[in-house]
């Protein structure tokens, strides 16, 4: 049995190419259909209308281009519209990135407290604390809305002094003393992994969702009998608004740099 369809992959920008890159190193013989919908970012300060408005529309034409799965690669967007997308589009399954790194928490920090930080979006949904306590287990969420970090990673603002200074006004924030470990409850933040990692010394744990998600994308594909163990088709980067900016930028979220086709969804 090979299945060759795609996945299909979405976020509101290229942030979701740091969960994109890890199911292409994790499964080299799938093929991806990413879509970055540029012409809205950023989604962490949309109201949850709009965004659920967006996600349709996306999910709808991945669909059609006869993915056989997909995965929103973005918080924000699973916060406010994967209960949606599930009722919407019931023929393939639908991965979040909330729910893997849950059920990753509530299995490795029972007892202990853990940070979370993310866009407004994100964090007022609540949807993390609330998740965490539907596994009964007894861990103390910690939360931040880190509003800045994900445009000033888009403008490039990481590994350097601008960065540390956001990074650190941040972190010192009383909400997150004496954490144990940090979620990077946003897409874009792997790329600042290492910055926040040195703010505190290595002491801290930083969770990073992209590794987790790509292996609960592996595990599904094997339980179901849908691997693809042919040549697969070369991967597509969809955009809805293009500029160069955002193509140069993909080498940073996704290891290379890669060609962007505009998509028009919205006229
Ligand atoms: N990638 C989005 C997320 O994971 C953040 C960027 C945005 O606000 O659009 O929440």
Not at 61 to 80: D, E, M, P, T, Y
Not at 183 to 208: K, Q
Not at 262 to 267: V, Y
Request: glycine share 6%.
């Amino acid at each position: 049995m090979s299945d060759n369809r795609p996945i299909g992959i979405f976020d509101s920008g290229i942030g979701g190419l740091t969960v994109a890159h890890a199911i292409r190193k994790q499964l080299p013989m799938e093929s991806l259909i990413y879509f970055g919908d540029t012409a809205h970012l950023p989604y962490g300060d949309k109201s949850e209308a709009a965004i659920q408005a967006y996600s349709v529309k996306i999910a709808d034409f991945l669909h059609r281009q006869g993915c056989k799965l997909l995965v929103i690669a973005c918080n924000s967007a699973s916060s406010a519209a994967y209960e949606l997308l599930k009722e919407y589009i019931r023929k393939i399954k639908i991965i979040n990135v909330i729910d893997p790194m849950v059920n990753w928490v509530s299995q490795h920090y029972e007892g202990r407290q853990v940070g979370l930080i993310g866009t407004r979006r994100t964090i007022h949904s609540g949807i993390y604390a609330r998740k965490l306590a539907e596994t009964g287990r007894n861990i103390t969420l910690r939360p931040l809305a880190t509003p800045l970090l994900a445009p000033m990673i888009e403008e490039g603002f990481f590994n350097n002094r601008i960065s540390h200074e956001i990074i650190a006004g941040y972190l010192s924030s009383p909400e997150l003393h004496n954490i144990e470990a940090l979620i990077l409850g946003c897409t874009h933040y792997p790329l600042i992994r290492n910055e926040i990692s040195a703010y505190y010394n290595g002491e801290v744990a930083i969770l990073d969702s992209a590794e987790i998600v790509a292996r609960t994308v592996a595990e599904y594909l094997a339980a179901n009998n849908l691997l693809n163990h042919q040549t697969p088709a070369p991967d597509r980067f969809l955009v809805s608004d293009y500029t160069r900016a955002f193509e140069l930028a993909t080498r940073i979220f996704f290891g290379r740099e890669v060609r962007l086709e505009k998509q028009t969804l919205w006229e």
